[in-house]
C-alpha cells in the first residue's frame, strides 16, 4: 500500500508539471526510475519500499536554485512512520519502562527497529523537559469553567 501510494504521488506530480519543457520541448520533471530499496518501519512492522525517482530539472525563477520534489507521504529521511514514533511517548508515559520497549516492540517492529534501551531513555529527555515546562506554567491567566 506504501508503495503505491508513492507511486500515486509521483504520477501526480508528473502530471501536475507535465506542460512545462526545456528550450528543447523535453519535459522538466519525469520519473527517473527507482531509489535503493530501505527498510521503513510502520504500524505493520518493517516493511521494504523502493520508492520511485524523479527527475526534477525545474528551476525557482527568484532564487535561481533548482525545484526538487520531495516527496510528502515518505521524506528521504525517513526509516520510521510518524505513527511508530507517536506510540514510543504514550507508551514510556503510561509507566513502561525502557528497557521493556525492547521485547514490547520486537515482535511488531522486527529486531531491527533500532529501538534499543539507550535510544528509549535518549528519547525521553524532551519528553520530560516537556512534561516538567508543561507543570510549571501556571493557570491563572486562564478563565475559570
Known amino acids: 500500500m506504501l508503495a503505491v501510494a508513492l507511486e500515486e504521488e509521483v504520477a501526480a506530480s508528473i502530471a501536475a508539471h507535465a506542460g512545462e519543457g526545456d528550450a528543447r520541448g523535453h ?6 526510475g527507482h531509489a535503493r530499496q530501505r527498510t521503513v518501519t510502520t504500524g505493520a512492522g ?3 519500499v523502493a520508492a520511485p525517482r524523479v527527475d526534477d530539472r525545474r528551476v525557482d525563477p527568484t532564487s535561481g536554485e533548482r525545484v526538487r520534489f520531495r516527496s510528502v507521504i515518505l521524506p528521504p ?3 520510521k ?12 508515559l503510561h509507566g513502561m519502562s525502557s528497557g521493556d520497549f525492547v521485547p514490547a516492540l520486537e515482535g511488531f517492529l522486527g529486531a531491527a527497529a ?32
Open 27 to 32: 519535459r522538466l520533471v519525469r520519473r527517473n
Open 46 to 48: 518493517p516493511v521494504p
Open 77 to 79: 529521511w525517513c526509516r
Open 81 to 92: 512512520s510518524p505513527k511508530v514514533a507517536e506510540v514510543l511517548p504514550l507508551l514510556y
Open 114 to 145: 533500532g529501538l534499543s534501551a539507550s535510544v528509549i531513555t535518549r528519547l525521553t529527555v524532551p519528553w520530560q523537559a516537556e512534561r516538567e515546562a508543561f507543570m510549571a506554567h501556571g493557570l491563572a491567566d486562564r478563565d475559570d469553567l
